[in-house]
């Protein structure tokens, strides 16, 4: 067992015969020799000492060696001794132990942490002469470690077991974890105004009690943000400013591995609000920086620190938005005591503005593949505006949209610029490979079991063009795809996409027959009225198709098999787009609003126009976790609504609505697919033929998620899903909706999409009406078309 650290001893001159007079200086001796070395040369101790045959020696040359001596980290003892010869020579003698050399560590006993988080604890360097001061360090902070996470009852050896001879050693950090503390009970001490059971409810680190979920395991950082941040902040919401926390401690019962956690406070007085007053404010008048105040309205309230404090961050945001990014606003928080005994605070946003900042140039850095235009294309702060920090936020979302870059991007250096107080605003980037190939399986819960290629490049020549080359092949799928998008044709602000596909798919689930389908579209996109985030987009799409059914769904067959159809279709639509995070947003909206013409006075098959509307609303709860080299884990509230309607002669069977399931019609997960119908649930649907009655002209879905995005390619979410469809438009209905809710996951992998969700569905019946509820498990695979 390695003892505990050891005071310094040092070591003099051992004398065993009679000094002669000394030389001028110190001591002379004749020659000098070195004892008990193995692995250190003769010559190396020797040099390292400094000491030399014939030069008069003193106490001080003795010290400086010892310590050289000891810096080498090679010896665990070193002794320097005179000794006289029956020849009057004087010789001296330098004995070293060296220590053993480390062949390799390791741990025994952890079980109850992470194996890796305990490995990481140790400084222990293997093949290296074993230092007794690292391996106490080391141990230490293992034992650290372990009372951090509540084993205060854990004990930490440091075992040395030799490796053939004694020069050779294997160090073993056994570990006795003992069980995890539980607290048991909290006392507060100093606490006058609240009991102690209202001071404890604001705790995380509460005691055990008789729910699994009242655990009382101690947690060293929970408790630390109990005494520093929630305590504090519940005080501090009812007018206590000067409360603090003056002690605290764990007193653990070692035979029961209970505790006691005492908390010692001091309260303070409460105070109400005051007065309140604006001083140096120009930019903004004293009327539009009182409407931020957290106070008005009320009768001397109660003073909360929090809100003053967010509230002042506003007035500072409202400043840095415009410019003012020198401004300074400090928050006078005025101690007095009324006449009557009563403690108040007078408030005051002392402002000093200073000049705005002009953008005096923006540079990008670190983009060896991109173009700078795409880059500059999307920053919206632009040299000689008025610097504003959300114009820097908005810029930052935007370039981490493109998704040429890796994540997290750093967030963007300002640096000054000149005496006048203009910046320079720095973006960096690291570029990321884009472009992929991909081949493998897929499967289509309605096409069966394919294989596909696809070819897929976001940042054409690193210009942000985006071109894409899919087939995806098998027994009842054959389908060829190919696009390309232009962001902005010659570096304009217009858009256009141009799609060719060739299809044949039969469709398995439900029998719904064979179709086939072969044409093109050509789309270009334009800035609506200026905007930026909003855009005017107009398509034309011209194909052949034929729709034969099934033999066996002659029904189907009858009322929708149309053979060499050709259906043209003009289309307008307005979209707005201002979310971030993309593919799994977590902040900003998406709103859109289409109308297509097919048929009619462009030729082709049929005569209708179809109406579709899509909103979705981001709102993020908050982040867990993150880095300068690792994104954190955001968690959002997301709201989508969808609808769509279809007037006039629609022969074409995609064109027209089908509720249930994820991969054919409108999703609505927990329930099969096809199974929502004009006509209400069908619980057939998923083992029989799909009805002609299954298909509607009108429609509405909803879903609300709370879900987490743990990286860019992966995401996890709770939803409820509501929806339903109707013969006819003049039938809509919000207040008849399915309704499900679940679990799900998703992943971009390299292969294609992954989904997997878990939903209850509601709403379904038997055929007698009988309610039925029940789980239905949806997953996808590969490209779906």
């Known amino acids: 067992m390695i003892p505990g650290p050891r005071l310094p001893v040092v070591l003099g001159i051992l004398s065993l015969a009679p000094r002669p007079a000394p030389a001028q200086g110190g001591v002379a001796v004749d020659s000098i020799t070195v004892e008990g070395q193995r692995r250190v040369s003769r010559q190396t101790i020797q040099l390292t000492s400094g000491l030399t045959p014939g030069r008069p020696l003193g106490y001080r040359d003795v010290q400086h060696a010892i310590e050289a001596l000891y810096a080498l980290a090679e010896f665990d003892d070193v002794q320097l001794e005179q000794l006289r010869t029956a020849e009057g020579r004087t010789i001296l003698v330098i004995r070293v132990r060296e220590r053993p050399l480390l062949v390799r560590w390791g741990l025994r006993g952890v079980e109850r942490l992470p194996e890796g988080r305990v490995r990481d604890r140790v400084l222990v360097p293997e093949g290296r002469p074993l230092d007794p001061a690292t391996v106490a360090r080391s141990r230490a902070a293992i034992d650290s470690l372990y009372r951090a996470e509540g084993y205060y009852l854990a004990q930490v050896r440091a075992l040395i077991v030799p490796e053939g001879d004694s020069s050779r050693v294997r160090l073993i950090f056994a570990v006795e974890e003992g069980r995890r503390v539980a607290i048991a009970r909290v006392e507060v001490e100093g606490n006058t105004r609240y009991p102690d059971d209202q001071v404890v409810s604001h705790l995380a680190s509460r005691p055990e009690g008789f729910w699994w979920f009242r655990s009382g395991e101690y947690d060293d950082d929970q408790l630390a943000e109990d005494l520093q941040v929630r305590l504090p902040k519940a005080y501090g919401e009812d007018g206590f400013v000067d409360f603090q926390i003056l002690d605290d401690t764990v007193v653990v019962n070692e035979a029961t591995g209970k505790a006691t956690l005492v908390i010692r406070v001091s309260e303070g007085d409460q105070y109400r609000v005051g007065s309140f007053e604006i001083a140096g404010n120009r930019r903004f008048s004293t009327d539009e920086l009182t409407a931020l105040y957290p106070f008005s309205g009320r009768q001397t309230p109660l003073f909360d620190q929090e809100r003053w404090d967010d509230a002042t961050n506003q007035v500072r945001s409202a400043y840095w ?12 928080v005025i101690r007095r005591t009324g006449p009557q005994g009563q403690s108040f605070v007078d408030l005051r946003w002392a402002i000093q503005e200073g000049q705005p900042a002009i953008v005096n140039k923006v540079e ?13 294309d999307a920053i ?18 935007n370039i981490s949209n493109l998704g040429f870059f890796n994540q997290p991007l750093p967030f963007p250096d300002t640096r ?8 320079d605003v720095i973006f960096r980037v690291s ?48 389908d060829f795809n190919i696009s390309y998008t232009d962001p902005a044709i010659r570096e304009s602000r217009v858009s256009g996409t141009l799609r060719l596909y060739n299809t044949r798919v039969r469709y398995t689930i439900a029998d719904v027959g064979r179709q086939t389908s072969r044409g093109g579209s050509v789309q270009f996109g334009f800035p609506f009225l200026g905007a930026r985030y909003t855009r005017l987009f107009l398509s034309y799409t011209l194909s052949e198709q034929s729709f034969t059914g099934s033999s066996s769904n002659r029904p189907l067959r009858r009322a929708f098999a149309c053979i060499d159809c050709l259906r043209s279709t003009l289309g307008v639509s307005v ?47 908050g982040q867990i976790g993150g880095s300068p080299t690792s994104a954190p884990v955001k968690l959002v509230l997301g709201f989508g609504v969808r609808s769509g309607a279809v007037a006039g002669d629609a022969p074409f069977i995609e064109q027209l609505f089908t509720m249930g399931g994820i991969q054919y019609g409108i999703p609505l997960r927990g329930y099969e697919e096809f199974s929502i119908t004009p006509n209400g649930f069908d619980p057939t649907a998923g083992s029989t033929s799909a009805s002609p009655n299954a298909f509607g002209k009108a429609y509405l879905a909803m879903t609300g998620e709370i879900g987490a995005r743990l990286s860019q390619m992966f995401y996890v979410s709770m939803f409820m899903d509501a929806g339903n469809v109707w013969t ?5 209905n919000p207040t008849n909706l399915f309704r499900g809710a679940g679990v799900g996951l998703a992943l971009i992998s390299p292969l294609g999409p992954l989904g997997l969700d878990y939903a209850y569905g509601f709403d379904r019946v038997t055929l007698t009406g009988r309610p039925i509820p029940g789980w239905k498990l949806h997953f996808k695979l590969g490209n779906f078309f």
Not at 416 to 423: K, L, R, T, W
Request: hydrophobic residues 35%; positive net charge.
């Open 321 to 332: 938005n415009n410019g003012y990014i020198y401004a300074q606003v400090r928050p006078d």
């Open 431 to 478: 570029e990321r490979r884009t472009g992929n190939i991909n081949f493998g399986a897929s499967v289509g819960q309605g096409t069966g079991l394919g294989g596909f290629i696809g070819l897929e490049e976001p940042n054409l020549f690193g210009q942000g063009k985006r071109g894409t080359l899919q087939w995806q092949f098998g027994r009842n799928i054959n």
């Open 575 to 621: 979209v707005r787009d201002t979310r971030i995070d993309l593919p799994f947003a977590t902040a900003g909206a998406l709103a859109s609003v289409g109308i297509a013409q097919s048929g009619g006075p462009l030729g082709g098959t049929g005569n209708y126009q179809r109406f579709d509307l899509e909103s979705r609303w981001y709102a993020p709860l």
């Open 364 to 376: 990008i850095v670190g983009n060896d593949i991109t173009h700078e235009r795409v880059i500059r």
């Open 728 to 732: 006819r438009a003049r039938y809509f």
């Open 416 to 423: 000054p610029a000149n005496d006048q107080g203009d910046v």
């Open 380 to 397: 919206v702060l632009l040299p000689g505006d008025v610097f504003r920090q959300d114009a820097v936020i908005r810029s930052y979302q």
